[in-house]
């Protein structure tokens, strides 16, 4: 049993109620029933994620901290912004300062270089923090690049996130981050990593197996591997890995998509 919420990329791309059950030819097992029951996530809220996923290289550090301050229920936060050009400062304090009801009292100190702050302790800004905001982002990402290979392939693809899954008997429930499905029956998972405390790999070749998209129609998205890293994962656990250097997470979606079409 899933519930998702799901969005119509061809011909019409707008959230809408779905009833369904898929059942997955070319071994494919997994069955689809659900309903966009979720929260609206507002677009300025969208917009925002995307702005930190781009920044993903200067400011992935500091959401980390960021959430060592959650768990530890600690307001107060300073960063150091030593060792950082003129305008990455500018790009990094500007982030924060457009992080509305995550952050206050932002304020930088010229002469010792330090980012001054006081996190919101509510269980949304948490949830966004600890990393809602990269789902929110490669949501709006993949929204994107199934909208051009929708025109490019005429093909019709859904896209569902936050989806519960089952097999068509029924058994090993599991939950993916994003599922892509196409008009004509194939369904590609992907899952989203954005710290460095995961390293439970194999799992995910455990549960690929099961519903038959390794090892060609799951990827793993995680900002923290290293490229090397990205390509020692998917030789050993026989599933697509990629970052977020350069657009090697658009390359590696696209292939995996038009490897079927």
């Keep these: 049993m899933i519930k ?10 707008e959230s809408k109620e779905m009833n369904l059950a898929i059942f997955r030819q070319n071994n494919q097992n997994i069955v689809i029933d659900g309903s966009s029951k979720e929260s609206i996530i ?45 305008e990455e400062k500018k790009i990094i304090i500007g982030l924060f ?26 269980s949304k800004a948490q949830m966004f923090i600890l990393g809602q905001y990269m789902e ?6 993949v929204k994107d690049i199934l909208a051009s290979l929708s025109d490019k392939h005429n093909k019709k693809f859904d896209l569902y996130r936050n989806v519960k899954v089952s097999t068509k008997e029924g058994k090993l429930k599991n ?10 029956g194939l369904i590609w998972v992907i899952e989203v990593k ?20 390794v090892p060609d129609r799951f990827l793993l998205v995680d900002n923290c591997l290293t490229s090397e890293q990205c390509e020692m994962t998917q030789y050993f656990c026989d599933y697509l890995v990629c970052n977020l250097e350069k657009d090697s997470f658009s390359e590696k979606l696209i292939s995996m998509i038009e490897k079927d079409m």
Excluded: W
């Design 175 to 184: 939950e993916f981050d994003l599922v892509i499905e196409s008009e004509d």
């Design 194 to 213: 954005s710290g460095r405390c995961f390293r439970d790999f194999h799992q995910y070749t455990v549960v690929g197996r099961t519903y038959g998209i």
């Design 136 to 141: 929110l982002a490669i949501y709006k990402q």
């Design 97 to 122: 300062e457009e992080l509305y009801g995550i952050v206050s009292l932002i304020h930088y100190c010229p002469e010792c270089q330090m980012l001054n702050g006081r996190i919101v302790l509510s």
């Design 42 to 86: 507002p677009l300025g809220v969208e917009n925002l994620a995307y702005k930190l996923m781009i920044n993903d290289s200067l400011i992935k550090d500091f959401i980390i901290c960021l959430r060592e301050n959650y768990k530890s229920k600690r307001e107060d936060f300073h960063f150091s912004l030593a060792g950082k050009t003129d």
């Design 4 to 13: 998702a919420s799901a969005l119509t990329l061809c011909p019409v791309a």
